[in-house]
């Protein structure tokens, strides 16, 4: 069995400007804080749940409830949404993201997605951009029993056993497709292939977190499927040669 588990924002859609805008924006809205920006690397998260309880942590100088993070989301929605209903081109697919689940499907890819934007926020996105997931197995940012925010490798993970669903990991193939050093890390994480994909042809962070494979878009669909089918799980400089994926 070979699983191909697609990140969202960057990958399969051109979103990654509008969603950092609408973020900041919603979120400094919410919050009545001029918020300039939301720096995924300075708060040291990769999900919108995780974002938004730092966000909230440093602005109202506690942890967020429920309530509250329920409000700052639908805050960051309604920008989200009449940012790219004005405009329309900060919402296009990545080429060839349309096209390539079917590719992938006939080559024999059961095929998931895994995302660290909220899922009304991801189904948004998608829906604007026309990459149609369907009923494929999906994992997005989401909040754990204990109230912590899912890790991506943890969201990755959720989307894995959903596709194996109850079968073992042995012999099986997996590969997680992603633009950012954050996929690159869940992949290693859970010793999984990693493909990067950087539709801005910026390789050097992807680089240097060990991907071997990196794609600047879907187009050739065979050039994504050996991609697929030599991907390894990344590992840094000075770390002992990847080992392939199981
Ligand atoms: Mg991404």
């Known amino acids: 069995m070979n699983l191909a588990i697609f990140d969202i924002d960057g990958t399969l859609t051109r979103t990654t400007h509008v969603d950092d805008l609408s973020l900041a924006a919603g979120f400094g809205k919410f919050l009545g804080v001029n918020l300039p920006r939301v720096d995924w690397f300075e708060f040291g998260t990769s999900t919108d749940q995780g974002l938004c309880i730092e966000a909230c942590r440093r602005h ?3 942890a967020p409830s429920d309530a509250e993070i329920a409000a700052a989301r639908e805050s960051f929605l309604q920008e989200l949404r009449s ?5 329309r081109s900060l919402c296009e697919p990545v080429p060839g993201a ?7 499907r006939r080559a024999g ?11 009304q926020s991801a189904r948004t996105k998608l829906k604007f951009a026309g990459v149609e997931i369907g009923s494929m197995p999906a994992t997005f940012s989401h909040a754990l029993p204990d109230g912590r925010p899912a890790l991506r490798e943890e969201i990755v993970g959720g989307t894995i056993s959903k596709l194996l669903n109850g079968s073992s990991r042995d012999g099986t193939r997996i590969v997680y497709i992603g633009d950012g050093v954050w996929d690159a ?19 050097e ?5 060990g991907a071997g494979e990196i794609l600047n878009d879907f187009r050739a669909p065979e050039a994504v499927i050996e991609a697929l089918s030599r991907a390894v799980s990344p590992l840094r400089a000075g770390e002992p040669s990847p080992q392939p994926a199981m």
Do not use: P
Request: hydrophobic share 50%; charged share 30%.
């Open 60 to 62: 109202l100088g506690r």
């Open 83 to 87: 940012r790219i209903e004005a405009d």
């Open 98 to 104: 349309r096209e390539i689940f079917e590719h992938l």
């Open 109 to 119: 890819w059961a095929l998931g997605v895994a995302s660290g934007a909220w899922e």
């Open 185 to 203: 890390r869940a992949a290693r994480a859970l010793g999984i292939g990693f493909v990067g994909l950087r539709h801005d042809g910026v390789h």
């Open 205 to 209: 962070h992807l680089r240097a977190e």
